[in-house]
């Protein structure tokens, strides 16, 4: 079975401190989304990540593929309040067909 | 340039009676997806269907629950006989289903609040 493992599932720091959250599976994917989801909305995409050893950067938010395409990883530099929410990694299946599979998440949660 | 929209925003039922939800995608879009979620966890999948077809209904309750995509209109996920188990956030995302990475980006509605009395 195909899983995206995250961690950790519960973060909480204080703003202006680094942060960096992770995505594993035991299974090559040829692209992992991210997404965040703030109180009370949907889900909303970040960033997709294609090429192993890719490093994307989105203003305080780098991302970064593993070599191999098995992981992949995020982190935020000097966390704002702002950043709170939960953090979804998720990809398509490399069985085919278009259902993609999430990852538990991560919840941040950060301090003013 | 809509997103997904998906109404009712919030939805009150009385245990016994019917729940609908709905779902309008993207622009162009022709995959849609539902998700359950529950306070504090992540997104359960439910179910994907293209226009007129459900293609894995895999994370769908076999009773009670079920889900259209029709030619014309919104997709539907109706809950018959509502449990106050039901009581959820349950969401709705499209995509592209095209191949290539962007094929499977999806993009979220802001989510039905049912909630069973």
């Known amino acids: 079975t195909q899983l995206l493992e995250q961690s950790p599932q519960f973060l909480s720091i204080q703003e202006g401190e680094n942060l960096t959250v992770y995505c594993n599976s035991s299974?090559?994917?040829?692209?992992l989304q991210w997404y965040r989801q703030e109180p009370g909305e949907g889900p909303v995409l970040l960033v997709t990540?294609?090429?192993?050893?890719e490093v994307k950067k989105l203003k305080r938010l780098t991302f970064q593929f593993g070599d191999a395409r098995k992981d992949s990883s995020l982190h935020i530099t000097a966390a704002q309040p702002g950043d709170t929410g939960l953090y979804l990694c998720?990809?398509?299946?490399?069985?085919?067909?278009?259902?993609?599979?999430f990852g538990a998440g991560t919840r941040l949660f950060v301090k003013a | 340039n809509a997103g997904v929209m998906q109404n009712p925003r919030h939805l009150v039922r009385r245990r016994g009676q019917e729940a609908r939800l709905r779902c309008s995608p993207m622009?162009?879009?022709?995959?849609v997806y539902w998700y359950r979620q529950l306070p504090e966890e992540g997104l359960k999948f439910m179910v994907y269907?293209?226009?007129?077809?459900?293609?894995?209904e895999s994370g769908m309750p076999k009773e009670r629950f079920s889900a259209e995509f029709p030619k014309e209109g919104p997709s539907i996920l109706r809950i018959q006989q509502v449990v106050r188990g039901d009581s959820a956030a349950y969401f709705c995302?499209?995509?592209?289903?095209?191949?290539?990475?962007?094929?499977?980006?999806?993009?979220f509605g802001p989510g039905t609040r049912l909630t069973v009395t």
């Open positions: 622009k162009g879009h022709s995959h």
């Open positions: 990540v294609v090429t192993g050893g």
């Open positions: 995302a499209s995509s592209l289903g095209t191949s290539g990475t962007t094929g499977y980006e999806q993009y």
């Open positions: 269907l293209q226009k007129e077809n459900i293609i894995d």
């Open positions: 998720a990809g398509p299946p490399n069985t085919g067909g278009f259902k993609t599979i």
């Open positions: 299974s090559v994917f040829s692209s």
